[in-house]
Each structure stands twice: as structure tokens, then as C-alpha cells.
């Protein structure tokens, strides 16, 4: 980075002088954002996963970067988003919770790169509530989207599509790059999934995928809490007791078209009718719950992995995958039953990391891996610094472009700082903060005046609280310490900001 940085100022010069308006597009390079929803990093191939195989999603691990430690700063949809516009915590982005609206009219990296001369566009899921801002072209789902036959928002637009959104967010991506993209710009693409957020209903094409095989169990199924504080206990994401009929695909969606009905029915009635006949009930039925969720979760999961092969493909035709750094993220964990658990939300291990993948052909070594602490913070930092742009001061990450090119800065984060909001609301999991180092992680539940802490060498599960446990007094201490200094350099405040669409609050 360092050596090409008199450049990229030179070319910034430039552009800013107006001296230069064609720029070859060869001279910086393009971004392709791909972002999922909830694809926790344990159902990747190159991850390590137990339960499936993504080979297209190796691909970008296997030529590029693999990073084992990326967290998510608000483990929730809306506001991952958010902080990667902005490169700013939930409290100053102003979008803490699902359901508030993204102030657009703030700084954010899209903007930033459009002022540099970059073509911008966002396909997919957006999820802010308000107009996507900083963009050239943009094709979204209005709030979550169906998985079939999807409206979008075209550029202010309402269009209607008939198909599997996961392939029509691909197809509109391809269209985009083959017709609308610039020879003489580089461009910055957000290629966005709804899959495989809940309900997990899976394409024409992978609906009978897994029907021969039993997938593995995680070893805290089962787990009763006991050893867990009030959170954990209280809240409603349980595989045993909250997935609904339509998780469970004992109903077939309503907005399906014949053909696709008849497919749907095919697949799914004889798995119907003989778990009707099985009359399962406690952990049998657990179990079969289990399966359901999890195999129609990796279905999705099988389709963003087949549709990214096709966009990979394009790069590779067409010699744009020499100069386009390609970044494959998901906007949060998972829980794959692990604690008995669907959805994300706390600060434990399993939604608390993002999957983070990234190619950059003669930059990153290929097959590389990292294991700093990395963020959703340090996103927008890191788009900015590929395009060679400066950073603006009061964003609150740090570009990854050091590390890409193995050079980790001798003063890189130790700590990370987690901050959950969305109490009440969906899945009733408490408000809490925290902080992770490389070892440990105390959380704070804050309306309950609850701490937790973890000794995650010792207990990667997070299955004891050893909070209140005499050997980790000392350890305790400091990490209150660091709790108390992160808070501070982040501007978090005593009290919970304000938010923008004041939603319905009962006193917790
Ligand atoms: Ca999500």
C-alpha cells in the first residue's frame, strides 16, 4: 500500500483538479462487496464446516485472504448495514435496532467513492428503511424481501420479478456489470443476498438437496442454561420451542406461482406427511426440528454459493478478476442449534463473528489467513483505502489493507468492543456490551446488572460463566478497565441514544 499511495494522490490530484476526467478504469481497482444475510462462517467449506460444502466461496478463501476473527460491533441485520455505510458505531450512525431508519444524508463510503470518480451500485438487500444515497445505480428489496418472486426498488422504482431472488440478484448483478458498468471508471458493486436469512426457503433447485443425509448435531443442542446467566435463559430462539410453521415448511409460502407450488409440493408434502405419521415428541422432536431448520438453512446456502460461482465465472471471462478486489461477508453470525439456538443477537462466538473472505490478485497471497481482531467497523476504511481515497477522521475502524498485504500494524486493536440494543423486540434477548480479546470476553447485561465472563481458551463453548470465579479476579479487573477505555475512545453514552423511529418500549 504504502509504495503506491504517491500515486493514488497523484490521481486523486488530479480528479480533484478536474484535470483528468477519463481515468482507465485499470488504474485503481474495482470492489465487489458480496454481503449475505446471517451466514454464520461454521456452514463454510473453508471455514471448516461440519454440515455443507461451499466450493465457489473456497474459491475466493483459496485465492485470496481468510480472516478467523472479523466481529460484528451490533449482531443484528439492519444495523451491520449500517456501521459498514458509515464506519461508525450504532450509537453515531443513528441505526441501532432493525426497524429505525438509516439517516442517508450522512457520510458514508458509497458517497465517498462516487466523489472520486468510482460507479456505484448496490443490488440486493439493503435493509435502512430510506433511499439508498451514494449510488449510480440500485436495485433492493423493499425491508426483508420474499425469497420468491420478489418487488424491488429500481432506482426509486417499484419492478416486478417472477423467479428465486437469490438468482434475480444475481442476474441483475451480471446485467449491471455487462451493460451498465463504465470502461472508464472503476466501479464498486455491492452484490447483497436476503438468503440465508429466516425463513430459509430454499430454490426450485435445491429443494430435495440433504433428503439422504442426517446432519451432524452440535454438541450444546441440548444445552439447559443452568450455567448461564438471566439472558440466556429468558431469551425466545429456541430450535425446540420458536420455530414456527412457516420456518418449519408445514406451510407452503403464499406468494408462490403454480409451477413453483407444485415444485414446492412435490418436495415437501412426503417429508410432511412422514414426520405427521412419526408423532415425535421431546428430543425426537427436537431433533426433527433440527434437521428441518438446518438443511433448508444450508439449501439457501447452496444457492448463494452456485449463483456466486456464476459472478466469479463472469470475472474470470471477461480478465475483470485481475483488478477486482472481491470481499465475501455476511452481515452477522448464526446459531447453527448451537445452544439450542437459531438467530444471532448476543455477543456469544457464533453470531458474533462474520465470515470474511477476500481476493486481491497480486496484493493478497493466495490462501492466506489472518487472525487479528477485525470488525464491520473497519469496512468502509478498507473500501476507501483500495480506492487509494483518504480515510475522513471520524470514522471509528481501521482500513484492513495492511493486513491484506501481511503487514499487521505493530498498534493494531487488542480489544474489540460489542454493543447489542434491540430489547424489547424480536427474539427478547437482552441489551448487553462487551468486550473480546484474543482469550476473554465479559459481557455486560446492563438492564439486568448482569456480567458474564468467558474464558474462551478454556471453554470455547461459552458454556461456564466464571464471572464470579476468585481465579479470574485479577483478569475481571483489567478487562473492566479496557471495557471502561473502549467506551470512552468509541463516545459511547451512559445512556442509550435516542431512536430514530422510537419504537414501542415497555420498561425492562
Ligand atoms: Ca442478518
Redesign the pocket.
Known amino acids: 500500500m504504502r509504495s503506491q499511495l504517491p500515486i493514488y494522490l497523484g490521481l486523486l490530484g488530479l480528479f480533484l483538479s478536474g484535470g483528468l476526467v477519463n481515468l482507465p478504469a485499470a488504474e485503481r481497482p474495482n470492489i465487489l462487496f458480496v454481503f449475505t444475510?446471517?451466514h454464520a462462517s461454521h456452514a463454510m467449506s473453508c471455514y471448516g464446516s461440519k454440515v455443507n460444502q461451499t466450493p465457489n466461496l473456497d474459491r475466493i478463501a483459496n485465492e485470496g485472504m481468510l480472516f478467523e476473527n472479523c466481529f460484528c460491533t451490533n449482531s443484528?441485520?439492519g444495523p451491520?448495514r449500517a456501521v459498514i455505510q458509515t464506519g461508525k458505531y450504532s450509537h453515531l450512525n443513528g441505526f441501532l435496532r432493525n426497524g429505525n431508519r438509516f439517516d442517508g444524508s450522512q457520510q458514508t463510503f458509497p458517497k465517498l467513492l462516487q466523489e472520486v470518480g468510482y460507479k456505484t451500485a448496490v443490488v440486493g438487500k439493503w435493509h435502512l428503511a430510506t433511499e439508498p444515497q451514494g449510488f449510480d445505480f440500485y436495485e433492493v428489496l423493499y425491508g426483508q424481501g420474499p425469497y420468491y418472486n420478489p418487488p424491488m426498488n429500481r432506482n426509486g422504482k417499484r419492478v416486478k420479478h417472477v423467479g428465486y431472488t437469490t438468482d434475480i440478484i444475481t442476474d441483475i448483478t451480471l446485467n449491471w456489470l455487462k451493460s451498465q458498468r463504465s470502461e472508464d471508471q472503476p466501479f464498486m458493486l455491492m452484490y447483497q443476498h436476503k438468503a440465508p436469512?429466516r425463513n430459509w426457503q430454499p430454490s426450485p433447485k435445491h429443494l430435495t438437496m440433504y433428503d439422504d443425509v442426517t446432519i451432524p448435531e452440535p454438541d450444546n443442542l441440548f444445552d439447559d442454561y443452568s450455567t448461564r446467566g438471566t439472558a440466556a435463559k429468558t431469551q425466545q430462539m429456541e430450535v425446540a420451542t420458536h420455530l414456527n410453521a412457516n420456518d418449519l415448511k408445514l406451510k407452503a409460502p403464499g406468494n408462490l406461482t403454480p409451477e413453483q407450488r407444485k415444485l414446492w409440493d412435490a418436495a415437501y408434502e412426503p417429508k410432511n406427511k412422514a414426520f405427521r405419521e412419526a408423532n415425535l415428541t421431546g428430543k425426537d422432536l427436537v431433533r426433527w426440528k433440527y434437521q428441518r431448520y438446518m438443511k433448508d438453512y444450508l439449501r439457501c446456502i447452496a444457492s448463494v454459493d452456485d449463483n456466486l460461482g456464476r459472478v466469479l465465472d463472469y470475472l474470470d471471462e471477461t480478465g475483470l478478476a485481475k483488478n477486482t478486489v472481491v470481499i465475501y461477508s455476511s452481515?452477522?453470525g448464526f446459531y447453527l442449534g448451537d445452544h439450542g439456538w437459531f438467530d444471532?443477537r448476543f455477543m456469544y462466538e457464533e453470531s458474533l463473528r462474520m465470515p470474511m473472505l477476500v481476493r486481491w490478485p497480486g496484493v493478497i497471497e493466495a490462501g492466506s489467513k489472518n487472525d487479528d481482531l477485525v470488525s464491520n467497523l473497519d469496512f468502509a476504511e478498507t473500501f476507501l483505502d483500495i480506492a487509494g481515497t483518504a480515510i475522513p477522521a471520524d470514522m471509528q475502524g481501521r482500513s484492513l489493507v495492511p493486513l491484506f498485504r501481511g503487514q499487521t500494524p505493530t498498534d493494531w486493536r487488542d480489544s474489540f468492543y460489542y454493543h447489542y440494543y434491540e430489547y424489547p423486540g424480536a427474539h427478547m434477548v437482552r441489551r448487553h456490551y462487551g468486550v473480546r480479546t484474543d482469550r476473554y470476553k465479559l459481557m455486560k447485561f446492563y438492564n439486568l446488572d448482569e456480567w458474564e465472563l468467558y474464558d474462551l481458551e478454556k471453554d470455547p463453548r461459552e458454556m461456564t460463566n466464571v464471572y464470579s470465579n476468585p481465579e479470574y479476579e485479577s483478569i475481571t479487573k483489567q478487562l473492566k478497565a479496557e471495557l471502561k477505555t473502549l467506551r470512552a475512545q468509541y463516545q459511547v453514552p451512559e445512556k442509550d441514544p435516542v431512536q430514530s423511529n422510537k419504537p414501542k418500549r415497555k420498561k425492562n
Open positions: 444475510d446471517d443484528l441485520c451491520s436469512h452481515d452477522q444471532k
